[in-house]
């Protein structure tokens, strides 16, 4: 099972910030939180990781919580292009390796 | 290759046939996984591999499902006597290697649909 609580939908306006929240009370110290999203049935793209400290790239800052136990995707200009199912994943440990458990997502609609 | 590649693309096959799906991953990465995705569901992992073995084939639905990895680099997935409810988009990923600071990166599927 997904370790991860997503709302199931969100609505941005275009231009504004789409702030996409993720609860992962259960996260283990030395796991990743990833976020991907998927555009129509697409191959899920990769957006940004992290493990303690905030991060930022090109596409998104991803802010995680002291505890741990919450994280927010941050898209700051949400375009229509944006408009996706957004998938929040904490790497599994498992058998020695670690694969991504996806869940349901949220399904963000940028509107214009 | 600059990303994941897969084929075919789409395919469409009758009910009971056997079919060969194809990944080429990422040059040097180590990982790949496969994962499958019905219409309007979410994704569900399928095997991963690492080198050549597999050492995770838990996800795969039923011993019509068989995959194998050669030198370290594609991988083919097999479904024998294909159902309807074959039908999904099968997904293959790769990363350089299988700790969790590794990225995944998905290539763009095979849609597979059984009449």
């Known amino acids: 099972d997904a370790k991860t609580t997503q709302p199931p939908s969100m609505d941005c306006a275009e231009g504004r910030a789409a702030n996409l929240p993720c609860n992962h009370s259960t996260i283990s110290g030395n796991e990743y939180v990833y976020w991907y999203r998927q555009i129509h049935s697409q191959g899920p793209q990769y957006i940004i990781h992290?493990?303690?400290n905030n991060e930022t790239n090109e596409m998104a800052s991803l802010i995680i919580t002291e505890d741990r136990k919450s994280s927010t995707l941050i898209l700051p200009h949400a375009t229509l292009r944006d408009t996706a199912v957004y998938y929040c994943i904490v790497r599994v440990a498992s058998g020695g390796y670690n694969k991504l458990i996806f869940g349901a997502g949220t399904r963000l609609a940028v509107h214009p | 290759g600059a990303g994941v590649s897969q084929s075919p693309s789409n395919k469409v096959t009758e009910k009971g046939k056997d079919v060969e799906l194809r990944c080429d991953p990422i040059s040097g990465h180590t990982a790949l996984y496969w994962y499958r995705q019905s219409l309007g569901q979410g994704l569900e992992f399928l095997i991963y591999?690492?080198?050549?073995?597999?050492?995770?084939k838990s996800g795969l639905p039923s011993d019509r499902f068989s995959a194998e990895r050669t030198g370290g680099s594609v991988s083919t997935l097999t479904i024998q006597r294909t159902q309807q409810e074959d039908s999904a988009v099968y997904l293959c990923?790769?990363?350089?290697?299988?700790?969790?600071?590794?990225?995944?990166?998905f290539g763009e599927g095979s849609w597979l649909t059984v009449v």
């Open positions: 591999f690492q080198g050549n073995s597999a050492p995770d």
């Open positions: 990923a790769s990363s350089r290697d299988r700790g969790p600071g590794n990225t995944i990166y």
């Open positions: 992290g493990l303690k």
